[in-house]
């Protein structure tokens, strides 16, 4: 660096070192001048320099901070709070910025319901300050389980170096998993029972009593028009054992009845009937009556099926008002698990059926099986009868020639008999 002094002038110089690392640095400085006309230069200052590199040193209580919550009965989630000390072991002043993401924040005191997400500090040298630390469990609506993590940043300023203290909070509820979303049951034959298995594990560290209910509700059902397929949903209530409130863990699509019987209950679906008839039904309510101890398990699961009659007249009645049943409908049989018999099941029909203008009813008392029976009777006696007639041995041509033809009309009339 060069520099013109005039006569009684005098010049202020600032002097600068920078060093990627920390280390101690030791120069000399030499002042040369030249005087007034002289050709060369003399040296007439010399300057040891010594300038020690250093790192910010901020020491930090805890390295993480971990918040833990549990749902308590009767109590709402409230912010949880804890205390981050900090202290300046270096050389220098510190200028601190402290940086943090929700649900956590940067506070003055235990109970401070307001909070920032950045602060800024400055620490002298040997000094040191506490800092709140705010965990919000409820910034999320859900009732489940959950953890979050996050970083509280510090950066010095005028310094590339970053400090950081890992945070962790964790919001507990009594949760169930299970193994399945949905339960498909597929096509089952009438009058038969289908068993699927689904595996429930508490997933929660909470010992959790649980109760299963089946929602009824109007805006919960929906019957898919054209395959006739009920889709129910299952509501699971679980509630930890030492709280009475408690967490909704819904399936949808789930299985729409259940077949309890004396010491065990096993999920099933609705029993469709395998035919083309457009007719649908839905989820089963408990019907409730003490079974006696003679009943079997085959009389407890059709007791169990049994609806409420005017629930099934709303069912089939919606049902009713599809595109597919406009031009008409056709109920091949009264026979169902869900009525307690044939007449309740025509008198349901009845009254989903009371705005259409004209309802037959076929009461067909053979079956196909009695009809064949009957059919080959008549082809046995068909056939003794062909077997009985004789034609006479009379020359007179006459005589034979009526005879076939009376034989004739005698066949045609047995065959229009039988088949008419």
Known sequence: MRLELAPGQSAHML??????????????????????????????????????????????????????????PGMSLVPQYQSLHLKSVSALALSLELTVPEPFGLCECTGDDLFTITKCLVLGVGAETVVRVRFDPSYRPELESRVTEAVLE?????????????????????????SSKAVDFGCVLNCTEAQRQLTMTNCSPLPVSYRWAFLLDQKHYNVAG???????????????????????ATDRKAPASTVSTCNKTSITGPKNNNSSNP????????????????????????????????????????RLQ?????????????????????????????????????????????????????REEEEMKKKNKKGKKEVPKDDSSGKRSQLGVKQVRAAASEKYTCYS
């Open 15 to 72: 002097l600068e070192g920078s060093c990627d690392v920390p280390k101690v640095v030791r120069e000399r400085l030499v002042c040369h001048a030249i005087v007034g006309h002289q050709s060369g230069k003399e040296r007439i200052m010399t300057v040891d320099v010594t300038c020690r590199f250093i790192s910010p040193v901020l020491e930090i209580s805890s390295q993480q901070l971990n918040f833990y919550v549990e749902k308590v």
């Open 154 to 178: 510090i950066r010095y300023c005028g310094h590339p170096q970053r400090d950081s203290v890992a945070l962790r909070g964790e919001v507990h509820f009594p949760n169930l998993h299970f």
């Open 226 to 248: 054209s395959a006739g397929q009920a889709v129910g949903v299952l509501s699971v209530e679980a509630v930890a054992r030492h709280t009475a409130e408690g967490v909704q």
């Open 279 to 318: 007719t649908a039904t839905s989820m089963a309510g408990q019907v409730h009556r003490v079974p006696s101890e003679s009943m079997s398990q085959n009389e407890l699961a059709a007791m169990s099926s049994l609806l409420p009659d005017d629930l099934l007249v709303e069912i089939l009645s919606e």
């Open 322 to 374: 599809l595109s597919d049943c406009h031009r008409g409908v056709m109920i091949d049989s009264l026979e169902t698990l869900f009525c307690r018999s044939p007449s309740a099941a025509l008198q349901i029909i009845l009254k989903a059926f009371n705005n259409r203008q004209h309802i037959y009813v076929i009461d067909l008392i053979n079956n196909y099986y009695a009809f064949k029976r009957l």
